[in-house]
């Protein structure tokens, strides 16, 4: 089986069809998106739409329950929370109830989707450091985590005799029996490492393997999009530096 994982959509239309048209070229599956499809991005209706027709699991983002408002924003920067009203006031009901229905965790597979972490998922923390991968390893049983959230791809992994949890940079990621896994496939609408080209990961379980994947989308339109729509112009700026 080979899975598309994605994430971090943030109602980025263009950055969403690139990513789609890559996982396709590569013979996936099934479609898996770990939360956050609404927010910042000025397409929130096509970006449900398009989610929900392609992915067989998804799990709520903290942005997907802002926007319906099972999520305070008060801890929200300025630029998101504009964000969030912005995108309340698109949604249609069925839209709303089909975000308000998100779970937060799912299992598919032997692995588990989570958007922030598997220790506490509604408490939307980040796992930044092996400190916190470690801690969250003793959170789940499966054997790979796939999350997002914080929008940067990283890869930690935990040699299961010798209890040592590592990260790693590399984007191919051999899947061995004595280790586990906790893979942020970064973002496909707003990437934050500094590399603007959107992301996402392919998990071929024939392969063993995790590959992190960037592909290139129309920039250009998705910040006109922003911009017209009459959200914060940083939401434009920050997608040319990945940011
Ligand atoms: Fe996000």
């Not at 924003?73 to 229905?101: C, D």
């Not at 940079?169 to 899947?175: A, C, E, L, M, Y």
């Not at 992190?212 to 911009?227: G, N």
Request: aromatic share 10%; hydrophobic share 40%.
């Amino acid at each position: 089986m080979r899975y598309g994982i994605i994430a971090d959509i943030h109602s980025n239309l263009e950055a969403l069809q690139s990513v789609l048209a890559a996982l396709r070229e590569r013979g996936v599956d099934e479609y898996i998106c770990a939360g956050d499809i609404v927010g910042y991005g000025a397409d929130p209706g096509a970006c449900i739409k398009k989610t929900r027709e392609v992915c067989q699991v998804i799990v709520a983002g903290n942005h997907d329950h802002a926007a319906v408002d099972l999520l305070d924003t008060e801890y929200f920067n300025p630029e998101a929370k504009k964000a969030v009203l912005w995108t309340r006031r698109q949604l249609s009901e069925e839209e709303k109830t089909f975000l308000k229905g998100l779970k937060p965790t799912a299992v598919r597979d032997g692995f588990l989707v989570v958007h922030s972490t598997p220790l506490v998922p509604k408490e939307w923390n980040y796992i930044n450091s092996t400190f916190d991968a470690y801690r969250n390893f003793k959170a789940f049983e499966e054997k790979i985590c796939f999350v997002g959230h914080s929008h940067s791809p990283m890869v930690f992994t935990l040699n299961t005799r010798e209890h040592l949890c590592e990260h790693t940079s590399d984007t191919k990621v051999p899947i061995f029996d004595e280790y586990r896994y906790i893979i942020n496939v970064g973002s496909v609408g707003q990437p934050r490492d500094g590399n603007p080209r959107a992301s996402f990961a392919v998990y071929d379980t024939s392969l063993k393997q995790v590959e992190i994947i960037r592909v290139e989308y129309d920039i250009k339109s998705a910040r006109r999009k922003i911009v017209a729509a009459g959200l914060p112009e940083g939401l434009s700026l920050r997608l040319v530096a990945g940011i």
